[in-house]
């Protein structure tokens, strides 16, 4: 059966190979570089959806940003724990996300995009819920409203995507302003990237 609502159970069953596997070429390095380049040196910063650690989480612990790092997969949870041992990694499902802490940057890069179209809109809130004034939001998304199925080591990975005007709507309604947007951006793998800041 193919599964929708908890894509993290997917990556439990395929952690090895996809710590193997997960491309290590830094595509999101542009967007990544305007995050740190934007906010003070050793800002905090939330991974959420961070998968291994590699190559995201390494790269901001390179810049001396403090990460705190959150996934639903606890077996990808106890690889990126052996690969950055002094990080701040929590279990948790983001829908579920709590902290009561605020950040200066918060990215959900191939992460958000594993849940489905309402569980996405909900999302919003918690996104500004742990954003400080000014704080940027990085995220990737398909190019319209709709479903998609990959296949990860044989296994099913589900996406959802949004309408571009949808998310346009949801961030200005919770007080961001688009800071960049591209739409299947040939240098990510043809993803559709957003990048906002709270206001």
């Known amino acids: 059966m193919k599964e929708t609502q908890n894509v993290y159970k997917v990556y439990d069953k395929i952690a090895s190979w996809f710590d193997k596997n997960r491309g290590q070429d830094l595509m ?62 929590i279990l948790e499902d983001m829908r579920k996300l709590d902290l009561d802490r605020k ?10 995009f594993h849940l489905s ?14 954003l400080k004034p000014r704080g940027f939001l990085l995220f990737t998304a398909g190019p319209d409203a709709g479903e998609a199925w990959g296949t990860l080591d044989g296994e099913h990975v589900y996406h959802a995507s949004l309408s571009p005007q949808k998310y346009q709507s949801l961030l200005e309604e919770h ?25």
């Open 28 to 89: 999101e390095k542009a967007y990544l570089d305007f995050i740190i380049q934007s906010i003070p040196k050793q800002s905090h910063v939330l991974d959420l959806g961070c998968g291994t650690g590699k190559p995201i989480l390494s790269y901001l612990l390179q810049h001396n940003m403090q990460v705190t790092a959150v996934d639903a997969s606890k077996a990808i949870l106890d690889i990126a724990k052996a690969n950055f041992p002094d990080t701040e990694f």
């Open 103 to 112: 950040y200066d940057a918060l990215i959900a890069w191939h992460s958000f």
């Open 175 to 199: 007080g961001f302003q688009i800071i960049r947007q591209k739409m299947e951006d040939p240098d990510c793998g043809n993803a559709c990237i957003w990048l906002a800041q709270l206001q």
């Open 117 to 130: 179209q309402d569980d996405q809109k909900e999302m919003f809130p918690i996104f500004k819920k742990h």
